[in-house]
């Protein structure tokens, strides 16, 4: 199966990450030297989408500034023989066509993936939540489009989470067809943990039929009074299947300072030119803890 297009909610506030929210758009913050956003644009690149809709809000107009060429930087760096950096930022800018919409108002993440709905137009498509970064090779989105082929259906990423944090995620209720692979029956948004029928919790990662759009329009507000995409997805389980999907790849949350670092110490180690200073590092730090 071949997925075109990925829609990527950028709408937020990033109120976790105040103040540097204030200016700085959550969505580029960074792992090492990298936003978190370019990881999630290169794991849809790798799964084949050519074209990336990011959907943001007024003040997050540094997102788009990263994605475009700078020719006066290019020349620079060319002048000063800096090959590599030069490839860095040319490289940014040919992962995928990106555009833009504004979502006008913050009425949740089913909202704001109805506002890319002229955008993408009547195929199916990717939704990636740039807060979930994922470390696999190949990535989520890759194993996914092999799960939609194989059963004909839409995919949701899931993974299986502590009961007490399950009121945190959308979950769903499914039952098993194959290996890592569920039929869903059910999903709800941030059950209570009395009320969560499983702890398959949803990763921001999703394959949906262009039917989802209309489903949208007519899902009332739910949890946080917000319009939700997992409520969404409960409608399209009436004329579409839908599966869950346990992905191989460690799952780290961008949506808290914790999850930012701990993603930034485990990528570093794994990067050629920064693991054996962040291994010396964390040693050290070790170390003084030791002798506390
Ligand atoms: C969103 C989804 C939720 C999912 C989560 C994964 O929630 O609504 O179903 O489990 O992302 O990160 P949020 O984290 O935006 O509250």
Not at 80 to 95: F, K, N, P, R, T
Not at 184 to 201: F, G, T, Y
Not at 217 to 223: D, H, K, N, V
Request: with cysteine; net charge negative.
């Amino acid at each position: 199966m071949q997925v075109r297009k990925a829609v990527i909610p950028a709408a937020g506030l990033g109120t976790r990450f105040l103040p540097i929210t204030k200016a700085v758009p959550k969505e580029l913050l960074p792992i090492i030297d990298r936003p978190m956003l370019q990881y999630v644009v290169e794991e849809a690149a790798e799964a084949g989408v050519e074209e990336i809709i990011v959907v943001t809000s007024r003040g997050k107009e540094s997102i788009a500034s990263y994605f475009q060429p700078r020719p006066e930087l290019e020349d620079r760096l060319a002048g000063s023989g800096a090959s590599d950096l030069l490839e860095s930022i040319q490289y940014v800018s040919s992962l995928a066509h990106v555009s833009f919409v504004i979502q006008e108002e913050p009425l949740g993440l089913g909202h704001a993936v109805l506002t890319a709905s002229d955008a993408v137009g009547d195929e199916p498509f990717v939704v990636i939540l740039p807060d979930d970064v994922v470390d696999h090779r190949p990535g989520v989105i890759s194993q996914m489009l092999d799960v939609a082929s194989k059963f004909q259906g839409g995919v949701i990423a899931v993974e299986q989470v502590p009961w007490e944090t399950i009121h945190n995620y959308g979950v769903v209720d499914a039952e098993e067809r194959d290996t890592r692979t569920h039929f869903i029956k059910q999903l709800v948004e941030k059950p209570a943990r009395e009320d969560a029928p499983s702890n398959l919790s949803i990763v921001g990662r999703y394959i949906l039929p262009a039917e989802i759009f209309d489903c949208l329009e007519r899902t009332p507000p739910g949890a946080k009074g917000e319009i939700q995409l997992t409520d969404g997805i409960q409608l399209l389980l009436e004329q579409h299947d839908v599966y869950a999907y346990e992905f191989l790849g460690t799952r780290y949350d961008g949506g808290t300072p914790m999850g930012l670092l701990r993603a930034s110490l485990e990528f570093g180690m794994a990067r050629e030119d920064t693991g054996d200073e962040i291994r010396a590092l964390i040693r050290e730090l070790a170390n003084d803890l030791s002798d506390d």
